[in-house]
């Protein structure tokens, strides 16, 4: 059975380029602060792990989720998975629990959008049709509704955002667990978090700028007295590919003398706080590595030193 859809509610063409990170926000610049910026990046490394929805990832229980177009994120049920197959409606099912949940995400609506999309009859693509059972409540930014057709049943929850943004959490099946699903919803309502506004376009912008370019910050000299020349390679996919090529250098002694280049591989993606932001590097091998960046007169720096961007050449 497939997820429900609210057909007379407006969503924004961002949802559908996540992976691509197609947003059209221009880049807007961070103001340099080496103390704010210090401190961050420590907040960025101690704070709980969350995960960008990408197309083809698969997210278990517990963990929270982020939307970073939409400027949300909430937390994944227990015995529940999330997944994005394609486009921007995320699904969720369980190994031991009967049904389907589906997750929206809305932009550009208001409350009175909300619920005329709630009055409606809810078309499955089956061609299976669930209708209205009793009234919409409104408690709040939360919206729920209930539908049903025979034995089957639905339960929506809609939270409202601050910027005429909105999520609907929704689950399909029998009758005998409607129970079960109001549950659900509720606790996807409930772990919602939402961007401010100047937050969510710092976002955007980030990851509109870095999305499948490559960084290639300042040489720098290891232990061994080699050149580090390090290249990051930041995919729209959220695969980065980063390569250091370790070169002797010229008048000092190095083992070993001729030229050595590491991989390394892994997710990124970016946090922002007040004027400041942070790459983070989540390695495939365990362990978060973070850079401050930041953006002045065009120019991008990565903790401090210049970096300069272009496209990548290693993203396929």
């Avoid at 299976?128 to 025979?150: C, Q």
């Avoid at 590097?281 to 120019?299: F, I, N, P, Q, W």
């Amino acid at each position: 059975m497939k997820g429900v859809s609210i057909r007379s509610m407006r969503t924004s063409t961002l949802g559908a380029c996540l992976l691509a990170l197609c947003g059209l926000v221009m880049l807007t610049s961070v103001a340099p602060a080496e103390e704010p910026a210090a401190s961050f990046k420590l907040h960025v490394l101690q704070q709980r792990e969350i995960k960008d929805l990408r197309v083809g990832e698969r997210y278990p229980g517990g963990t929270r989720v982020r939307s970073p177009f939409f400027g949300l994120s909430f937390v994944v049920p227990p015995e529940w998975r999330a997944s994005l197959p394609a486009g921007s409606v995320v699904f969720l099912d369980s190994a031991v629990r009967p049904g389907l949940g589906t997750v929206h995400f809305l932009s550009e609506v208001s409350r009175k959008d909300v619920v005329a999309g709630l009055s409606e009859p809810q078309a499955l693509e089956a061609g299976f049709v669930l209708h209205p059972t009793g009234m919409i409540k409104e408690d709040g930014n939360r919206l729920s509704a209930a539908y049903a057709a025979g034995e089957d049943i639905g339960v929506t929850v809609v939270v409202l955002g601050p910027d005429r943004n909105a999520v609907v959490y929704q689950f399909v099946g029998r009758k005998t667990e409607q129970d079960l699903y109001r549950r659900l919803a509720e606790e996807l309502a409930a772990s919602t978090e939402f961007m401010s506004l100047g937050q969510l376009r710092a976002l955007r912008a980030w990851y509109e700028r870095l999305s499948g370019m490559m960084l290639m910050p300042k040489r720098l000299a290891d232990s061994n007295q080699r050149s580090a020349s390090p290249t990051i390679h930041l995919c729209s996919d959220g695969r980065f590919i980063t390569i250091m090529k370790l070169t002797p250098v010229p008048g000092r002694e190095s083992k070993p003398e001729t030229e050595e280049e590491y991989h390394e591989t892994g997710t990124w993606r970016i946090e922002v706080q007040d004027a400041a932001a942070s790459l983070i590097l989540t390695k495939a091998t365990g362990g978060d590595r973070s850079y401050v960046v930041r953006e002045e007169t065009g120019k991008i720096l990565l903790d401090g030193q210049l970096a300069s961007v272009e496209l990548s050449t290693s993203c396929f």
